[in-house]
């Protein structure tokens, strides 16, 4: 069982997203939390299962180090 870190972010229409650092192109939604989270795992299955299809290795986690402020 692996374990990956996703960026959840609401939207301006209120739909959570649901990108996967580790996994370029790896994103879902959701009306909730529960059903963005609920629908990024189904992406995160089927996005390793065409790596492995295809070959390709199946690269572990990022580590999120911290957060960076900015003046905006």
Known sequence: MMKYTVVLEK?????????????????SD???????????????????DDMKSDGEPIPGDVEIIGNVEVNA
């Open 11 to 27: 939207d301006e229409d209120g739909i959570y997203v649901t990108t996967v650092p580790a996994l370029p192109g790896c994103i």
């Open 30 to 48: 959701g009306k909730t939390v529960e059903e963005a989270l609920t629908n990024i795992r189904e992406a995160i299955q089927g996005f390793i």
